[in-house]
T-cell receptor, first 115, second 113 residues
Framework: AQSVTQPDIHITVSEGASLELRCNYS??????LFWYVQSPGQGLQLLLK??????LVQGIKGFESEFKRSQSSFNLRKPSVHWSDAAEYFC?????????????FGSGTRLQVQP | GAGVSQTPSNKVTEKGKYVELRCDPI?????LYWYRQSLGQGPEFLIY????????DSGLPNDRFFAVRPEGSVSTLKIQRTERGDSAVYLC???????????FGPGTRLTVT
């Protein structure tokens, strides 16, 4: 079974600073990879996804992620953080198995943005 | 267009009671998913419907949990004999024909007292 680790429970950055949120996964093959954002009282919004091809993936709101097979990682990056980016971020994986559509999520990283 | 909607937004019930949580997916989405999110955790998969049938119910924790989708659109998650450990936010998502790109609703916060 696959698993996802987000080692940072809470991160604080200054507005305008760069951001990197870590995600490591465990799976026997290359999974489908996702980043979601959850604001208080809101549902999860998909930021970006990786299925195959180019390992550098661009998402919405200026976020990007790079799939690194050798490190089993899919870290989320943003060059300049805005106050509105404060939220909880979840990395998720999906198994490349026929009939399986369940996503396995990490425990999340809460981002706080200082003015 | 309208997103995934869930009702009620909040539900408080007593231990031992029965509850139903409703999910209305995006129009035209044939796949529907239920997840449970406990405090401080990421969502955990419960069940996946393709059309009217449950294609994968491997995440349902025990036989107190049951879900239906009789007409292939709205789904109801049913929990019998609720326990305090069932307290969580129950999230519903939908996608086009089982596409991995899942769109989530705002969730129902269930509190069992």
């Amino acid at each position: 079974a696959q698993s996802v680790t987000q080692p940072d429970i809470h991160i604080t950055v200054s507005e305008g600073a760069s951001l990197e949120l870590r995600c490591n996964y465990s799976y026997g093959a290359t999974p489908y990879l996702f980043w979601y954002v959850q604001s208080p009282g809101q549902g999860l919004q998909l930021l970006l996804k990786y299925f195959s091809g180019d390992t550098l993936v661009q998402g919405i709101k200026g976020f990007e992620s790079e799939f690194k097979r050798s490190q089993s990682s899919f870290n989320l990056r943003k060059p300049s953080v805005h106050w509105s980016d404060a939220a909880e971020y979840f990395c998720a994986v999906g198994a490349r198995v026929t009939g399986r559509r369940a996503l396995t999520f990490g425990s999340g990283t809460r981002l706080q943005v200082q003015p | 267009g309208a997103g995934v909607s869930q009702t009620p937004s909040n539900k408080v019930t007593e231990k031992g009671k029965y509850v139903e949580l409703r999910c209305d997916p995006i129009s035209g989405h044939t796949a529907l998913y239920w997840y449970r999110q406990s405090l401080g955790q990421g969502p955990e998969f419960l069940i996946y419907f393709q059309g009217t049938g449950a294609a994968d119910d491997s995440g349902l924790p025990n036989d107190r949990f049951f879900a239906v989708r009789p007409e292939g659109s709205v789904s109801t998650l049913k929990i019998q004999r609720t326990e305090r450990g069932d307290s969580a936010v129950y999230l519903c998502a939908s996608s086009i024909q089982g596409d991995f790109e899942q769109y989530f609703g705002p969730g129902t916060r269930l509190t069992v007292t």
